[in-house]
C-alpha cells in the first residue's frame, strides 16, 4: 500500500525521482529477528575463542549480485592474503563460490541452530558489499548477536553505523590492511563496551516486529481502514 522505501536515502532518492513528498514514503528498513538472536558480549566472545584453534571470520549471504561480488573477492583476494584467518561464507551466495584457498569454508544454506552458533563462534564478520540499494539485512543480523563488523561504507548503508562501537568501516581499496588491525585489535583484547552501542543508531529499530509495528502506524495515519490490515 502506498510507497515504501527500504532506506532513508532510497527514500530521498525517490521524492527526488517523482516528485514525492518523503513524508508520504513509509520507511520499511531490512531487519532481523532480534528477539531470537543470542547476544555475546565482548569478553564472552573472546572466552568462546581461546577455545577454538582458528580465528572465524564471517559473511552471510544470498544469492543476489552484490553478495556474489563480495563473496568473490573474499574467496579470491582476502583470504589468500590471510592464510591464518578462517573465512566462512554462509548462505545461498555459496552455489557461486568456489573455496579455492583451504582457509575458506563454504556452508551454503543453514538452519537457524547453525547459523547461531557461528554467529556466537566467530570473532568478526566483514561485508566487502559495494552495490546495491537498500540495506543489509546481514548486518543488522551481526550486531544483534554482538558480533563486530569490518564493512565497506556501502555495505552500511541505510544504517547510522558511524560511531557505532565495534563497527568498521573502510573502503574496499584499503580492506586488507584495515582487517589486518581489526584483528590485531581483537585479538589482544583492545575493544571495550558493548557492540553495537551508539549515538544515533537504535538496534530495536532493525527488529522486524518493531518494523511492522510502525509500518502498520504508517498505514493507519493514512486512513486505511485497519480491519482491511488483518
Known amino acids: 500500500v502506498g510507497v515504501t522505501a527500504c532506506s532513508r536515502e ?4 525517490l521524492a527526488e525521482l517523482y516528485g514525492l513528498d518523503p ?5 520499511v528498513p531490512n531487519g532481523a529477528d532480534l528477539e531470537s538472536l543470542l ?23 544470498s544469492l543476489h549480485g552484490p553478495n556474489i561480488e563480495a563473496a568473490r573477492y573474499i574467496c579470491d583476494d582476502l583470504a589468500p592474503q590471510f592464510p591464518d584467518l578462517q573465512f566462512w561464507i554462509v548462505g ?8 579455492g584457498g583451504s582457509n575458506v569454508y563454504l556452508f551454503d544454506e543453514v538452519n ?8 556466537a563462534c566467530a570473532r568478526l564478520a566483514v561485508n566487502p558489499v559495494t552495490s546495491g ?24 548503508r541505510g544504517m547510522a553505523l558511524e560511531g557505532v562501537n565495534g563497527v568498521f568501516l573502510e573502503s574496499l581499496g584499503n580492506f586488507p590492511e584495515k582487517l589486518k588491525i581489526v584483528v590485531n585489535d581483537l585479538e589482544r583484547g583492545a575493544l571495550k563496551g558493548k557492540v553495537g552501542t551508539g549515538p544515533g543508531f537504535a538496534p530495536a529499530e532493525h527488529d522486524w ?12 495515519s493514512t486512513g486505511l481502514k485497519t480491519e482491511t490490515l488483518c
Open 23 to 27: 513524508v508520504g514514503v513509509a520507511l
Open 112 to 119: 537457524d541452530i547453525d547459523k547461531h552458533a557461528l554467529l
Open 92 to 99: 545461498s551466495v555459496c552455489r557461486h563460490c568456489e573455496a
Open 133 to 156: 540499494s537498500g540495506s543489509n539485512l546481514k548486518m543488522a543480523e551481526y550486531l544483534g548477536a554482538g558480533l563486530p563488523v569490518l564493512s565497506t561504507p556501502h555495505g552500511a
Open 39 to 61: 547476544y555475546i558480549e565482548t569478553r564472552e566472545r573472546e572466552r568462546v575463542q581461546r577455545r577454538l584453534t582458528d580465528f572465524g571470520v564471517l559473511f552471510m549471504g
Open 10 to 13: 532510497d527514500r530521498q532518492r
Open 209 to 220: 516486529r518493531v518494523i511492522a509495528g510502525n509500518y502498520y502506524a504508517f498505514l493507519v
